[in-house]
């Protein structure tokens, strides 16, 4: 095997009281403000697999049904609330029924 390398002790690190730049704080307040609001945001590569569809299928959904997009740090989040809210009424074999209302036309309705 290869030499490791060793982690090297705490104590040879210098606190040289540096603060993040100011453009990286705004971002991270704003962010923490979507956060708070919407109780949570959710990273888009996560989203997929907590509604249980495929990345294709979650694309379309994105642009059909209009969720809000939170950017931050130039990646996509959505909020907690809304997603839980759709996960609910969403049809579970993608099948829509004779005279039915369709799942976008509530999903518009509801969040307009």
């Given at each position: ?22 453009e ?10 979507d ?21 294709q ?56």
């Amino acid at each position: 095997m290869g030499e490791q390398l060793a982690l090297p002790d705490l104590a040879d690190f210098i606190d040289d009281s540096k603060s993040l730049p100011g453009e990286v704080l705004e971002e991270l307040e704003a962010m923490q403000k979507d956060w708070d609001s919407e109780d949570g945001l959710i990273m888009n590569s996560a989203v997929p697999g907590i509604l249980q569809m495929s990345k294709q299928n979650w694309y379309k959904c994105r642009e059909n049904y209009g969720f809000v997009v939170y950017r931050h740090f130039e990646k996509d989040f959505f909020s907690r609330r809304e997603l839980e809210k759709f996960y609910k009424v969403r049809r579970q074999n993608g099948v829509q029924g004779r005279g039915r209302v369709s799942l976008k036309e509530v999903w518009r309705d509801a969040v307009s």
